[in-house]
């Protein structure tokens, strides 16, 4: 896809990360997620089938816990993220209802990309969402994920999450909110004279190297798990915007084809 067709694009795949919807005292970002609400339920109005691939399961949680960072044990990461689920789903529905949106939960693990029948089954509940004007909101399926089983059950983060459902989904576009504006140079955390580079056409050995961690206290991904992720979609021929999440509103913008963030693409 090229920056200019951005603008054409009617399947719209959005990613918010845990650092745009939880505060670092742990608290949710009421502001960002009733914003976030209200952009995606205007995007359904005006005609375009939109998904959210939302993190915070377990940012949501850690505070039913009295947690204040991810435990180490599984099993007790896999309690918070169930807990903090019920959380984040409570006050989206909240949101979207006061915008007259239907939302639907769909919790996924990896092999349900890779065994033809479950993935053909999740396709076409995303196509009778998307047909019904329901904005899908989806997550790992964190009860079930886990690293150590036999089978690949776990994505490694939600990037790839997001990545995966775009393809199959086949969406013109996904547009990741983050808790950085776009890809830098080097990571502006630690360089200041990073400079923002607003298109990416291919993944090469040297845009890797420029990619370090994450920059937040309950994220996962980090800058180098984008970069994965653009790669699985430019090798389906699709388009990948990375922008900040801090307000959701420049949804509208980048919708419309504005220079925003960085893009990924042709
Ligand atoms: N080259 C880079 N450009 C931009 N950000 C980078 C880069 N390298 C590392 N980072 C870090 O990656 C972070 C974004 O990843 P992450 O915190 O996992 O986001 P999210 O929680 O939104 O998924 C940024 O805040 C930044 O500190
Ligand atoms: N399923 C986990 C996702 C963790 C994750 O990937 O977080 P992030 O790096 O903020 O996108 C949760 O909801 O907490």
């Known amino acids: 896809m090229v920056r200019e067709n951005v603008k054409k694009a009617k399947r719209v795949i959005v990613k918010v990360g845990t650092s745009s919807l939880v505060y670092s005292t742990g608290a949710m970002n009421l502001k960002a997620i009733d914003d976030l609400a209200f952009v995606l339920s205007d995007l ?5 089938e939109v998904a959210l691939v939302s993190s915070g399961a377990m940012g949501a949680g850690l505070s039913k816990f009295g947690l204040d960072k991810r435990p180490k044990e599984i099993a007790m990461q896999q309690a918070v993220a169930s807990v903090g689920q019920m959380e984040l789903m ?12 239907v939302i639907g939960q769909v919790l996924l693990t990896q092999d349900v990309f890779e065994y033809p029948e479950s993935r053909k089954n999740v396709t076409n509940t995303f196509e009778m969402l998307f047909k019904e ?4 909101i989806i997550n790992e399926n964190d009860t079930v994920s886990v690293d150590e089983l036999d089978h690949e059950t776990k994505f490694g983060d939600n990037d790839k999450l997001a990545a995966l459902v ?22 502006p955390l630690t360089n200041k004279r990073a400079k923002l580079i607003s298109h990416v056409p291919k993944i090469t050995d040297e845009i890797m190297k420029q990619a370090g961690g994450s920059g937040s206290r309950f994220g996962t991904g980090g800058m180098l798990s984008k970069l994965e992720c653009a790669k699985l979609l430019l090798n ?7 922008t900040s999440g801090v307000e959701p ?3 509208f913008d980048v919708v419309a084809g504005e220079e925003i963030g960085t893009f990924f693409g042709k």
């Open 90 to 101: 409570n006050i989206y529905n909240a949101r979207f209802s006061s915008y007259n949106q």
């Open 249 to 251: 509103r420049v949804l």
């Open 236 to 242: 389906n021929e699709k388009g990948m915007i990375l």
């Open 133 to 136: 004007k329901i904005i899908p």
């Open 44 to 48: 359904v109005h005006k005609g375009y």
């Open 166 to 187: 775009t393809n199959l989904t086949d969406a013109d576009l996904l547009i990741m909110l983050s808790d950085i504006d776009g890809f830098y140079s080097d990571n």
